[in-house]
């Protein structure tokens, strides 16, 4: 066996994890019966638990594993495509989740030179989206599946994986707890693009905090227009784009750190123009805006603390532990409005009636699986051989 790391110091982590997805197993599992639900809740965290541990015990034969390439590669090409399938078979007029139809009816209201924040989706809805998700869902919505950005980005995630992460067990250990992931499962199948969102994040700032840790500032051009359209998807991404870089660029003030600025603005303005060429009179973009509907969940004064915690962190925390911070800055909010909905509403109406959206913690996910990987490869006895970024 592998070396091994202490049960509660690795499961401890692992908790975060299976809490997310023990929300959606124990969510659809009950409207089957309670005894389903419970049973099902069960066995799901002994499964996990123990398949976890099991990698992690035997990480140094999987290191050693010399046919490993052509079994990651197996396993994430099944996976890619039981989810081309699971977008092709799966209806989303269908579906009692309009996260998708939002993207849609936002896009084609653009395209059409009307304000997409007005346009009513297949449930009645309204897109809360930023410019940022109609630049990045356009060219999916002209293929005909807003749903297979979700594909797109778990092909790019796979090929990250297998590109840039070291060793076979931290590789086999993210891309297995996607896949056996029920949140993740359910962003597939409801075709919601808050997942991917996060990934796209996580695969940038992870990929360029490494290439230019010495100045990540390099390539101003680059970095501030991927920035820039980040920025402008949803308002979380902005606490983690601050806790990685807020810090390094006040340390000292330089031509390359302005023209990053002045690329960002530039982009972000870019990106608004279509929307500001459409906008309708003050009084209904005041109503029909996605900061209305994205700030709806908490009271803005929470807002305001998290970005001043984000700020903060960005000075305070250790870099090796920058990966849980940016977990905690996503996952906190949402756990902070998911009990204050509790305490309102009560905890049938808010999980099982649906009147809180669980798959807002989906947006941690990403952090958490491979903040396990890393934090597993930190502290086990057994040399980490790192390979170089190209």
Partial sequence: MGDFLSTKSINKYLLFYVFINLLFVFKYSHRISLNIAVTTTILYTILIIL????????????????????????????????YIFLNIYVDGKSLNVDRWSAMSVGIKNLLNGNYPYTAIDHLGGRT?????????GLPFYLLGNVGFLQVFVFVLLSWY????IPTNF?????ISLFILSPAYLWEIYAKSDLMSNLILLFIFIDYWSKKHRDNLFNQPLIAGIIIGVLTMTRGVVVLVLLIYFFKAFFIK???????????IIATILLLILPIYITMPAWDIVKE?????????????????????????????????????????????PVLTSFVLFIYEFG?????????????YFNMSLTFIIFWLATYISTNATTPNIHKKLA
């Fill in 288 to 332: 029909k805006n996605p900061l209305a509907l994205q700030t709806s969940l908490l009271p803005s004064y929470l807002y305001l603390i998290f970005i001043l915690s984000a700020i903060l962190l960005s000075y305070i925390i250790n870099k090796k532990r920058i990966i849980w911070w940016a977990f905690l800055i996503i996952f906190i």
């Fill in 347 to 359: 905890f049938e109406r808010s999980l099982l009636q649906s009147r809180f959206d669980i798959s």
């Fill in 161 to 164: 994986v297998y590109k840039f």
């Fill in 128 to 136: 809360s989206n930023f410019p940022g998700l109609f630049f990045l």
């Fill in 253 to 263: 003030i330089t031509k390359q750190k302005m023209l990053f600025l002045f690329t």
């Fill in 51 to 82: 398949f976890f541990n099991f990698l992690v015990w035997n990480q140094n034969k999987i290191n050693r594993f010399k046919n490993f390439n052509i079994f990651f590669i197996v396993i994430s090409l099944l996976a890619i495509a039981f």
């Fill in 170 to 174: 931290q590789r086999i250990l993210i």
